[in-house]
Protein backbone atom coordinates (compact mmCIF):
# COMPACT_ATOMS: atom_id res chain seq x y z
CA UNK A 1 0.00 0.00 0.00
CA UNK A 2 0.91 3.49 -0.41
CA UNK A 3 0.50 4.23 3.18
CA UNK A 4 2.51 4.73 6.73
CA UNK A 5 3.07 1.29 7.44
CA UNK A 6 4.83 0.12 11.12
CA UNK A 7 6.09 -2.83 12.29
CA UNK A 8 5.42 -5.02 14.24
CA UNK A 9 1.51 -4.20 14.95
CA UNK A 10 2.05 -5.48 18.95
CA UNK A 11 5.11 -6.02 20.80
CA UNK A 12 4.81 -7.70 24.32
CA UNK A 13 8.05 -7.13 26.29
CA UNK A 14 8.82 -8.30 29.68
CA UNK A 15 10.14 -5.48 32.27
CA UNK A 16 14.07 -4.57 31.67
CA UNK A 17 13.68 -5.79 27.95
CA UNK A 18 15.33 -3.61 24.68
CA UNK A 19 12.45 -3.42 21.66
CA UNK A 20 12.66 -1.61 18.45
CA UNK A 21 9.87 -0.02 16.74
CA UNK A 22 10.31 -0.07 13.14
CA UNK A 23 8.21 3.17 10.96
CA UNK A 24 7.78 2.99 7.28
CA UNK A 25 6.95 6.19 6.02
CA UNK A 26 5.05 7.41 2.68
CA UNK A 27 7.60 7.16 -0.07
CA UNK A 28 8.73 10.88 -0.60
CA UNK A 29 8.26 12.20 2.26
CA UNK A 30 10.52 14.41 4.07
CA UNK A 31 9.42 15.02 7.47
CA UNK A 32 8.72 12.19 10.02
CA UNK A 33 6.96 12.14 13.75
CA UNK A 34 6.77 9.74 16.45
CA UNK A 35 4.51 10.13 19.00
CA UNK A 36 3.25 8.01 21.88
CA UNK A 37 -0.61 7.34 22.62
CA UNK A 38 -1.30 6.28 26.13
CA UNK A 39 -4.82 4.53 26.53
CA UNK A 40 -7.74 6.85 26.83
CA UNK A 41 -5.11 9.97 25.47
CA UNK A 42 -4.28 11.64 22.53
CA UNK A 43 -1.23 11.04 20.79
CA UNK A 44 2.03 13.13 22.48
CA UNK A 45 4.70 14.36 20.51
CA UNK A 46 8.15 12.32 21.01
CA UNK A 47 10.64 13.23 18.39
CA UNK A 48 10.98 14.86 14.76
CA UNK A 49 13.37 14.14 11.65
CA UNK A 50 13.72 16.01 8.40
CA UNK A 51 15.63 13.49 6.30
CA UNK A 52 18.15 11.22 8.53
CA UNK A 53 18.56 14.57 10.50
CA UNK A 54 16.69 14.50 14.12
CA UNK A 55 15.61 18.24 14.42
CA UNK A 56 13.47 18.02 17.99
CA UNK A 57 13.28 15.48 20.55
CA UNK A 58 12.27 16.84 23.03
CA UNK A 59 9.03 14.72 23.80
CA UNK A 60 11.65 11.51 24.20
CA UNK A 61 10.45 10.59 27.87
CA UNK A 62 13.77 9.48 28.81
CA UNK A 63 17.53 8.42 28.13
CA UNK A 64 15.89 4.89 27.22
CA UNK A 65 14.33 6.17 24.04
CA UNK A 66 16.48 6.59 21.22
CA UNK A 67 15.44 7.24 17.90
CA UNK A 68 16.85 7.24 14.45
CA UNK A 69 16.25 7.68 10.45
CA UNK A 70 20.05 6.73 9.02
CA UNK A 71 19.52 6.74 5.62
CA UNK A 72 16.42 9.93 5.93
CA UNK A 73 13.41 6.84 4.63
CA UNK A 74 12.72 3.97 6.73
CA UNK A 75 12.47 5.27 11.07
CA UNK A 76 13.24 2.83 14.19
CA UNK A 77 12.08 3.63 17.65
CA UNK A 78 14.09 1.90 20.34
CA UNK A 79 13.41 1.61 23.93
CA UNK A 80 15.89 0.69 26.15
CA UNK A 81 15.28 -1.16 29.54
CA UNK A 82 11.79 -1.07 29.14
CA UNK A 83 9.08 -0.08 32.17
CA UNK A 84 5.57 -0.68 32.50
CA UNK A 85 5.25 2.98 32.24
CA UNK A 86 6.41 2.79 28.46
CA UNK A 87 2.97 0.74 27.68
CA UNK A 88 1.01 2.72 25.15
CA UNK A 89 0.53 2.70 20.87
CA UNK A 90 3.77 4.69 19.05
CA UNK A 91 2.14 5.85 16.25
CA UNK A 92 4.62 7.32 13.28
CA UNK A 93 3.43 9.89 10.92
CA UNK A 94 5.34 11.20 7.56
CA UNK A 95 4.67 14.76 5.69
CA UNK A 96 6.13 16.58 2.91
CA UNK A 97 8.41 19.14 4.23
CA UNK A 98 6.15 21.79 3.39
CA UNK A 99 2.73 20.31 3.73
CA UNK A 100 3.43 19.79 7.76
CA UNK A 101 0.19 19.99 8.62
CA UNK A 102 -1.26 17.28 6.55
CA UNK A 103 0.71 14.23 8.45
CA UNK A 104 -0.44 10.65 7.80
CA UNK A 105 -0.29 8.51 10.48
CA UNK A 106 0.24 5.15 10.14
CA UNK A 107 -1.28 2.39 11.97
CA UNK A 108 0.75 2.16 15.33
CA UNK A 109 2.81 -0.48 17.11
CA UNK A 110 1.00 -1.08 20.68
CA UNK A 111 3.80 -2.00 23.10
CA UNK A 112 2.33 -3.83 26.36
CA UNK A 113 5.54 -4.16 29.04
CA UNK A 114 4.67 -6.93 31.83
CA UNK B 1 2.64 16.51 28.76
CA UNK B 2 0.63 19.73 27.50
CA UNK B 3 -2.26 18.60 25.71
CA UNK B 4 -5.57 20.92 24.60
CA UNK B 5 -9.02 21.02 27.18
CA UNK B 6 -11.25 18.69 24.62
CA UNK B 7 -14.97 18.41 25.70
CA UNK B 8 -17.03 16.56 25.84
CA UNK B 9 -15.31 13.24 27.13
CA UNK B 10 -17.86 11.37 25.27
CA UNK B 11 -21.13 11.47 23.39
CA UNK B 12 -24.27 9.16 22.93
CA UNK B 13 -26.06 10.16 20.10
CA UNK B 14 -29.01 8.68 18.21
CA UNK B 15 -28.32 8.75 14.17
CA UNK B 16 -29.59 12.08 12.40
CA UNK B 17 -29.01 14.11 15.76
CA UNK B 18 -26.44 16.76 15.26
CA UNK B 19 -22.62 16.83 17.47
CA UNK B 20 -20.91 19.72 18.59
CA UNK B 21 -17.38 19.16 20.42
CA UNK B 22 -14.69 22.09 21.39
CA UNK B 23 -11.49 22.34 21.92
CA UNK B 24 -9.73 24.95 24.20
CA UNK B 25 -6.12 25.87 25.20
CA UNK B 26 -4.44 28.85 27.90
CA UNK B 27 -1.75 29.21 24.91
CA UNK B 28 -2.48 30.40 21.46
CA UNK B 29 -2.26 28.34 18.09
CA UNK B 30 -1.42 28.95 14.54
CA UNK B 31 -2.92 26.18 13.08
CA UNK B 32 -6.01 23.87 14.42
CA UNK B 33 -6.55 20.27 13.13
CA UNK B 34 -9.36 17.70 13.94
CA UNK B 35 -8.69 14.11 13.17
CA UNK B 36 -10.95 11.40 13.41
CA UNK B 37 -9.08 7.65 15.13
CA UNK B 38 -10.87 4.33 14.48
CA UNK B 39 -9.80 1.56 16.85
CA UNK B 40 -6.76 -0.29 15.70
CA UNK B 41 -5.46 2.74 13.35
CA UNK B 42 -4.23 6.20 13.24
CA UNK B 43 -5.48 9.45 13.44
CA UNK B 44 -6.81 10.75 9.97
CA UNK B 45 -7.38 14.52 9.38
CA UNK B 46 -10.72 15.93 8.95
CA UNK B 47 -10.22 19.07 8.54
CA UNK B 48 -7.05 21.93 9.08
CA UNK B 49 -8.05 25.80 9.91
CA UNK B 50 -5.23 28.54 9.62
CA UNK B 51 -7.01 31.83 10.29
CA UNK B 52 -8.46 33.20 13.26
CA UNK B 53 -12.01 33.10 12.70
CA UNK B 54 -11.76 30.45 9.74
CA UNK B 55 -14.95 28.25 8.84
CA UNK B 56 -14.35 25.52 7.48
CA UNK B 57 -16.77 22.74 5.90
CA UNK B 58 -16.21 19.01 4.52
CA UNK B 59 -19.76 17.46 3.83
CA UNK B 60 -21.31 17.08 7.25
CA UNK B 61 -18.39 18.40 9.06
CA UNK B 62 -17.75 21.74 10.16
CA UNK B 63 -15.07 23.85 12.17
CA UNK B 64 -14.02 26.74 13.96
CA UNK B 65 -10.77 28.65 14.14
CA UNK B 66 -11.75 30.79 17.10
CA UNK B 67 -11.30 34.32 17.36
CA UNK B 68 -8.94 34.25 20.34
CA UNK B 69 -6.69 31.65 18.68
CA UNK B 70 -7.45 29.44 21.70
CA UNK B 71 -10.20 27.36 20.48
CA UNK B 72 -11.63 25.40 18.31
CA UNK B 73 -15.24 23.93 17.49
CA UNK B 74 -16.10 21.11 15.21
CA UNK B 75 -19.98 20.14 14.67
CA UNK B 76 -21.18 16.76 12.93
CA UNK B 77 -24.19 17.28 11.60
CA UNK B 78 -27.10 14.50 10.60
CA UNK B 79 -24.97 11.78 12.37
CA UNK B 80 -24.68 8.58 10.81
CA UNK B 81 -23.44 4.76 12.24
CA UNK B 82 -19.97 5.35 10.70
CA UNK B 83 -19.35 8.43 12.48
CA UNK B 84 -18.57 6.58 15.50
CA UNK B 85 -15.15 6.97 16.41
CA UNK B 86 -12.79 8.99 18.56
CA UNK B 87 -12.28 12.68 17.24
CA UNK B 88 -8.83 14.67 18.33
CA UNK B 89 -8.51 18.77 18.22
CA UNK B 90 -4.63 19.37 17.90
CA UNK B 91 -2.97 22.50 17.13
CA UNK B 92 0.07 23.72 15.97
CA UNK B 93 1.89 26.68 18.04
CA UNK B 94 3.82 29.54 16.85
CA UNK B 95 7.35 29.10 16.56
CA UNK B 96 7.49 26.07 14.95
CA UNK B 97 7.99 24.95 11.16
CA UNK B 98 7.39 21.50 11.10
CA UNK B 99 4.04 20.60 12.51
CA UNK B 100 4.85 19.60 15.92
CA UNK B 101 1.09 18.21 17.04
CA UNK B 102 -0.19 18.87 20.73
CA UNK B 103 -3.84 16.98 21.00
CA UNK B 104 -6.72 16.90 22.57
CA UNK B 105 -8.00 14.21 25.00
CA UNK B 106 -10.42 13.18 22.43
CA UNK B 107 -14.13 12.83 22.50
CA UNK B 108 -15.31 9.30 22.33
CA UNK B 109 -18.64 9.17 20.00
CA UNK B 110 -21.13 6.36 19.58
CA UNK B 111 -24.09 6.80 17.62
CA UNK B 112 -27.28 4.56 17.58
CA UNK B 113 -28.91 3.76 15.21
Known amino acids: GAGVSQSPRYKVAKRGQDVALRCDPISGHVSLFWYQQALGQGPEFLTYFQNEAQLDKSGLPSDRFFAERPEGSVSTLKIQRTQQEDSAVYLC????????????FGPGTRLTVL | GQQLNQSPQSMFIQEGEDVSMNCTSSSIFNTWLWYKQEPGEGPVLLIALYKAGELTSNGRLTAQFGITRKDSFLNISASIPSDVGIYFCAGIAGGTSYGKLTFGQGTILTVHP
Open chain 1, 93 to 104: ASSLVNRYNEQF
